[in-house]
């Protein structure tokens, strides 16, 4: 901030002031309220309280001109003009505390917007906007969608694609676990895990999005079961063991011949040299091959 204190009239008419030797040029508004109080003030904003509005009013009251209120409390014109303006409309000069834009939706509309995208977890924003608007009348766009959804928790992220498992699998599972929770690193040195992942060449649903908390991801109702894959493309596979690892295998793969042509060369690529001394576990839920 700078603050400039009396100085001689005849700057003050050229539109200059002396700051450390240096003629300083004023804006048209900085001179005026320059000539007003012989001073300037610059990047201040203060808000006028409430005892300071009563001596304004009454000034005005008593016959003063905004201008020469002005220039006795140093008040820009147009602050007074604005509230001589208001306390005429309604003899009310306090200051109002807004509450910035109001709201587009009532509290029961972000209701009705978490129900619903509870109930079906991939609508689109635009479709739960267009719901909104069929059974409210409240038009809002996707972005307030995403906000309201947002306050409670719900975000839209893409659904996790997994095998079905039943019940049998998750007993299964549990089963396997307690069984192998005390092995050593010796008896685990033993085992190779793999894994497979498939590239589908034909368009995918995965740009569908689902709406979910944070901490949910693996929960039922956020999974989408795939039982297979439809159409060609292209399957990669890899194993590892304490200490090692198999080498990334890719290969081009359908539907029919991924369980013919692509486990074969796995047996011919894995079965001689690892069968005797590994027993290879899949990580896949499903199929799940134990070779002694």
């Not at 292209?234 to 539907?255: E, F, M």
């Not at 001394?277 to 799940?288: Q, R």
Request: proline share 3%.
């Amino acid at each position: 901030m700078a603050r400039i204190v009396r100085h001689n009239d005849e700057s003050v008419r050229e539109g200059y002031i002396r700051n450390g030797g240096k003629e300083v040029k004023l804006f048209t508004s900085a001179l005026k309220a320059f000539q007003c109080n012989n001073r300037i003030v610059m990047a201040q904003t203060k808000h006028l309280d409430d005892f300071l509005r009563g001596r304004i009013i009454g000034r005005l009251e008593c016959g003063r001109t905004q201008l020469e209120v002005s220039e006795e409390l140093g008040i820009a014109q147009s602050v007074i003009s604005r509230l001589w303006q208001r306390f005429q409309d309604d003899g009310n000069v306090s200051r109002c505390y807004s509450t910035g834009r109001p709201r587009v939706t009532t509290p029961n509309e972000d209701r009705y917007l978490a129900v619903t995208a509870k109930r079906n977890r991939r609508s689109t924003a635009s479709d739960l906007s267009r719901q909104l608007s069929s059974a409210t009348g409240t038009t809002v766009s996707r972005q307030t969608v995403y906000r309201r959804l947002g306050h409670i928790g719900l975000y839209a992220r893409r659904p996790v694609r997994c095998v079905p498992l039943t019940a049998t699998h998750c007993r299964l599972r549990l089963a396997w676990s307690r069984e192998h929770a005390l092995w050593t690193p010796q008896q685990w040195s033993c085992v190779m895990f793999s894994d497979e992942s498939r590239f589908s060449l034909q368009s995918d649903s995965r740009r569908t999005f689902i709406w979910r908390a944070p901490g949910t991801r693996y929960h039922q109702e956020n999974t989408i079961e795939r039982h297979r894959y439809s159409g060609a493309g292209w399957l990669v596979w890899g194993g590892i063991i304490l200490g090692s690892r198999t080498d990334l295998h890719v290969q081009s793969v359908t539907a029919t011949s991924i369980g013919m042509s692509f486990w074969n060369n796995m047996y011919v690529c894995f079965g001689e040299p690892w069968v005797l001394n590994f027993c290879l576990w899949m990580t896949t839920p499903v199929l799940t091959v134990q070779t002694l």
